[in-house]
C-alpha cells in the first residue's frame, strides 16, 4: 500500500481556498505537509496522502475515475430497512437500562445504484455549505469517500489545540429549549473530551454550549481548549489516535462494527506545510463506487431515544448530502 497513490480535495470551514493533492500514501501519520485519513477502527493504522502534486478542482472527476472501486454483491453495504433501525434502537435502549453502557450509536446505510459526478457534487457542496469542512479522498482498498461535517476532532491554532463535544440533534431553527435526552447525550461527549485532555497532559478550557446549525439540524456544541503545552505535531497527532472515537460517534458501548463502519465516524484532514493541524471527523459521509453510491447516517441513543424521531433524525442527516448529489 505504500506505493499506490491516491488523491484527496478538502476545504476549510469559513475558508475559500479548495485544496487539492495526489500522491503517494504511506502508512501512519505525516508530521506535515500531508493529508491524514483514519478509519473508525481504533486499532488500525491510519495513512498519510502524500501532497507531491496539486491539479485544478474541476480535474477531481478525472482522478476519481481511476479509483473507483466496481462494485458487487460483496463490495458494498446492505441498505438498512426501518424496521431493522427500528430493533436496533429497542435492543440498545434495553441494555441501556439494564446498565451495559449509557449511550450508543445506531447507524444505517442508504444505497443508490447509480453513478456520482464526483466534481459537481463536491462542489456542489462547497457552495451549499460554507461552514462545513468538504472532503473528499480515495481509499487505499479502493472506492471513494466524500462528505460535508462541522465536527473538529481536533485543530491547532497558534499555540492552542482545540476539540468539539457536538452531540444532540434536532430540526434546524427549532424555538423551543434542548430537551433532556439531547442535553444528556452532549454532556457524556463533553465529558469524555475533558476527560481525554488531562489524561494526556493538557489543561483544557470549557466553552459555553450553543446551538450549531448544520444543513437542515442543529446540535449542541462545546469547544474544549488547551495550551499547546510544547507538544509536537507527532504527540498531538497520537492524541488524536487516542481521542477518536468519541462518544458522539461510538457512544460508550463495546458492540464491534468496526469493520463495518470503515472511514465513516473516523478522521480525515491537512496536517500543512507549516504544521498546522485541522482534523475533522468524518461524518455527513457517502462512499462512492463505479456504479453506486452508499450513504452513511446515524444517531445517538439513550434510555429516552424515541425509535421513530432516530430514524427522522437520520433521514435529515443524510439529506444534508443527498440533495446535493450530482448523478449520472
Not at 475559500?16 to 488500525?44: M, P, Q
Not at 450549531?212 to 439540524?217: E, S
Request: net charge negative; with cysteine.
Amino acid at each position: 500500500m505504500e506505493a499506490k497513490r491516491l488523491f484527496f480535495a478538502y476545504r476549510l470551514p469559513r475558508a475559500s481556498a479548495i485544496r487539492t493533492g495526489e500522491g503517494k500514501c504511506e502508512v501512519g501519520f505525516r508530521s506535515e505537509n500531508a493529508f491524514l485519513i483514519h478509519k473508525y477502527d481504533k486499532n488500525s493504522e491510519g495513512c498519510s496522502i502524500l501532497a507531491e502534486n496539486e491539479f485544478p478542482v474541476l480535474e477531481l472527476g478525472k482522478f476519481a475515475e481511476r479509483d473507483l472501486k466496481v462494485a458487487s454483491d460483496f463490495s458494498y453495504p446492505v441498505a438498512t430497512d426501518r424496521e431493522t433501525h427500528r430493533k436496533n434502537v429497542e435492543t440498545v435502549k434495553a441494555a441501556i437500562k439494564r446498565g451495559d453502557f449509557q449511550k450508543a450509536i445506531v447507524w444505517k446505510t442508504i444505497v443508490f445504484h447509480q453513478k456520482v459526478d464526483v466534481s459537481v457534487t463536491f462542489m456542489n457542496l462547497c457552495e451549499a455549505y460554507p461552514d462545513a469542512y468538504i472532503y473528499c479522498f480515495s481509499d487505499p482498498e479502493g472506492g471513494i469517500w466524500m462528505g460535508a461535517c462541522p465536527e473538529v476532532l481536533l485543530k491547532t491554532d497558534g499555540d492552542g489545540v482545540y476539540s468539539m463535544s457536538l452531540a444532540g440533534t434536532r430540526p434546524a431553527l427549532s424555538t423551543e429549549d434542548w430537551d433532556y435526552k439531547n442535553m444528556e447525550e452532549q454532556g457524556i461527549v463533553t465529558r469524555y473530551i475533558v476527560e481525554q485532555f488531562h489524561k494526556n497532559g493538557f489543561s483544557p478550557e470549557i466553552s459555553d454550549t450553543e446551538t450549531l446549525q448544520a444543513g437542515p439540524v442543529e446540535h449542541l456544541c462545546t469547544w474544549i481548549r488547551s495550551p499547546r503545552g510544547g507538544k509536537s505535531n507527532s504527540e498531538l497527532l497520537s492524541f488524536a489516535c487516542r481521542l477518536s472515537p468519541t462518544p458522539a460517534v461510538a457512544g460508550s458501548d463495546t458492540r464491534k462494527d468496526a469493520e463495518e463502519r470503515e472511514y465513516y465516524s473516523g478522521f480525515s484532514g491537512p496536517v500543512n506545510s507549516d504544521g498546522e493541524i485541522s482534523l475533522f471527523v468524518n461524518l455527513r459521509i457517502m462512499k462512492i463506487y463505479s456504479d453506486h453510491f452508499v450513504l452513511y447516517s446515524g444517531g445517538g441513543i439513550t434510555s429516552l431515544s424515541n425509535p421513530e424521531e432516530e430514524w427522522e433524525e437520520t433521514e435529515r442527516k443524510a439529506a444534508t448530502l443527498l440533495s446535493l448529489i450530482k448523478r449520472k
